[in-house]
């Protein structure tokens, strides 16, 4: 995804909600949200009417945000989507879940996905035992994510683990914190996914 050089915090005020994309602070009352519940920019505060693409178009912006994908990639999950039997955007968002950087981040290795995608991609973990590098792999029920010896010596990682278990695990992933390890039960289904998108609207726009 392309970088984005301002504060990220923007972006939760932008979506009008937490998207989680700074770690702990987003649990805290310094969170943006909290303390400015309004868009960026000096024409935040103003009302404005919103058409039906301006809708979806905004819910597809904050879906791509909320896990750090760029378009392009997002419209290949929403392609492969559509060629899955059952509901095509809850086919859509259990994609998205299942990506390699948003389990390590699920489990509760990293405090955001943005952190997740870094250790993935520096090689921290290994998946069924191999190494793997590339946080947009799709796992699968039965795969089995763990921190490496090497990273384990670190306290970094092993301190960021702790801290972050007071998250809770979606049913779908169980965690062995004894050594440093993440499997994946089962597929998500839509009632396992927390976060509030209404895929239906990302539907509609990339099907006209």
């Known amino acids: 995804m392309s970088r984005h050089l301002e504060s990220v915090c923007k972006l939760c005020r932008r979506e009008g909600e937490k998207l989680f994309l700074k770690g702990s602070r987003c649990y805290t009352e310094k969170c943006a949200i909290e303390r400015r519940p309004y868009p960026p920019g000096q024409h935040g505060q103003r009302r404005s009417t919103v058409s039906d693409f301006g809708t979806q178009l905004r819910e597809k912006q904050?879906?791509?945000?909320?896990?750090?994908?760029?378009?392009?990639?997002?419209?290949?999950?929403f392609e492969s989507a559509r060629r899955m039997k059952g509901i095509v955007g809850e086919n859509f968002l259990s994609l998205l879940e299942r990506r390699f950087d948003n389990i390590v981040y699920k489990i509760g290795f990293a405090a955001s996905r943005k952190e997740a995608r870094q250790m993935v991609k520096h090689a921290h973990f290994t998946l069924n035992g191999k190494n793997a590098n590339v946080p947009s792999m799709l796992l699968k029920t039965g795969d089995v994510v763990q921190l490496k010896d090497n990273s384990?010596?670190?306290?970094?990682?092993?301190?960021a683990f702790e801290a972050n278990s007071m998250r809770e695990v979606p049913v779908w992933l169980e965690v062995d914190k004894g050594n440093f390890k993440g499997i994946v039960k089962d597929l998500p289904k839509r009632e396992d996914i927390t976060s509030q998108i209404s895929e239906h609207l990302i539907v509609e726009l990339y099907t006209k």
């Open 62 to 77: 904050k879906l791509k945000r909320l896990y750090g994908v760029a378009e392009k990639p997002l419209r290949n999950r």
């Open 152 to 159: 384990k010596k670190s306290v970094k990682f092993t301190g």
